[in-house]
């Protein structure tokens, strides 16, 4: 009798171990750093020397099991959307980030970051408040879209990495002067991962 109590305290015990290291055993998350950056160009319409941007929020997507990820560097049209849900998406940034690209000539400037999950990300949301942009000196209202940003851009994160993704804009191809002497946003943006 006493050595099936001493087993069965025994098995207790065990059990006890191993179902608190399950909870306890760290779980691998990665840290995602999202920056942006550009290099002042001379349009045919004038040369910029300052490009300011309010940048609400940067968000990534989660691939599905079956996704194929789609990891480049090359520069893509952004594409405007109205998709503002939230399923499978991770906010990185979001708080209001106002920068002015052309300050930032071959170097990054970090808008934030976020200790997350690791897995296959298939696209990248960006939403972009308002904008100004000085051309010859003399400043104008850039329009920008009125829903969301969508790149095509994917990123694999690895467990316990740091990865910083940056968003380089290419102003020139980016902005549009309209017949009326306006000027609009319509971003051409490359994605550049590296790994910290």
């Not at 090359?74 to 690209?101: C, H, P, R």
């Not at 949301?125 to 969508?150: H, M, N, Q, W």
Request: glycine share 6%; charged share 20%; net charge negative.
């Amino acid at each position: 009798m006493r050595h099936t109590k001493y087993v069965a305290l025994v098995i207790i015990i065990l059990a006890s171990v191993v179902i608190t290291g399950c909870l306890t055993a760290p779980v691998g998350e990665s840290t995602l750093i999202i920056a942006v950056k550009d290099a002042p160009k001379t349009t045919n319409f004038g040369t910029i020397t300052h490009l300011w941007l309010n940048i609400s929020e940067v968000s990534v997507h989660r691939a599905s099991d079956n996704q194929i990820v789609i990891e480049d560097d090359e520069e893509e049209n952004a594409t405007e959307s109205d998709d503002t849900g939230t399923a499978g998406w991770t906010i990185v940034v979001d708080e209001l980030q106002t920068v002015d690209l052309m300050q930032y000539i071959n170097v990054s400037k970090v808008i934030g970051q976020k200790t997350m999950s690791p897995g296959n990300y298939t696209q990248i949301r960006l939403k972009i408040d308002s904008g100004t942009i000085t051309v010859d000196d003399t400043e104008y209202i850039l329009a920008v879209p009125s829903g969301v940003l969508k790149l095509n851009r994917g990123f694999v994160l690895e467990e316990d990495e740091i990865q910083k993704l940056t968003l380089d804009f290419n102003v020139e191809q980016s902005v549009i002067r309209t017949g009326s002497g306006q000027y609009m946003l319509k971003p051409v943006i490359a994605v550049i991962s590296e790994r910290m």
